[in-house]
């Protein structure tokens, strides 16, 4: 499936549709340049998963954030992981295989933890079309 949006609300609009139909154990993946959207995205899930938090910022230097909405929400920003094994300090498989939903921006670093069934949502600019453009295609999971 592959979606396009012109405009941060519609990035986000499209990661609230994801948050309402997300369910305990799904796993999302974000994929895209730096500044491509990604915690926008994750925003606009947060919001359909009910999380009432005003501020979702991207975990960069914690790894991870918890949020509680009508299921707990992990964001993950693994672009500063170094080895698989610095994944394994930091607890992932508790949260992958939770009953939480988990949201993992540069989940292509980690590739070979992600379980098969995950979503993969690629986030890509097209400049041509606008600095507000955005192509969102996603593979993958149930959605």
């Given at each position: 499936?592959?979606?396009?949006?012109?405009?941060?609300?519609?990035?986000?609009?499209?990661?609230?549709?994801?948050?309402?139909?997300?369910?305990?154990?799904?796993?999302?993946?974000?994929s895209?340049?730096?500044?491509?959207?990604?915690?926008?995205?994750?925003?606009?899930?947060?919001?359909?998963?009910?999380?009432?938090?005003?501020?979702?910022?991207?975990?960069?230097?914690?790894?991870?954030?918890?949020?509680?909405?009508?299921?707990?929400?992990?964001?993950?920003?693994?672009?500063?992981?170094t080895?698989?094994?610095?994944?394994?300090?930091?607890?992932?498989?508790?949260?992958?295989?939770?009953?939480?939903?988990?949201?993992?921006?540069?989940?292509?670093?980690?590739?070979?933890?992600?379980?098969?069934?995950?979503?993969?949502?690629k986030?890509?600019?097209?400049?041509?079309?606008?600095?507000?453009?955005?192509?969102?295609?996603?593979?993958?999971?149930?959605?």
């Amino acid at each position: 499936m592959t979606r396009e949006t012109f405009s941060e609300n519609e990035t986000e609009k499209i990661g609230f549709e994801f948050g309402k139909k997300a369910k305990a154990g799904d796993i999302y993946c974000l994929s895209g340049d730096l500044g491509v959207g990604k915690t926008v995205f994750t925003r606009g899930f947060a919001a359909g998963i009910g999380v009432t938090e005003k501020y979702i910022t991207s975990p960069t230097f914690t790894i991870i954030n918890e949020y509680m909405g009508r299921l707990p929400m992990y964001h993950f920003d693994v672009y500063r992981i170094t080895s698989l094994d610095e994944m394994d300090d930091t607890g992932y498989e508790d949260y992958f295989f939770g009953e939480g939903v988990c949201l993992i921006e540069w989940a292509e670093l980690i590739k070979e933890l992600i379980p098969d069934n995950a979503c993969w949502i690629k986030i890509d600019k097209n400049l041509l079309k606008g600095t507000e453009y955005r192509k969102i295609t996603v593979r993958g999971g149930e959605k």
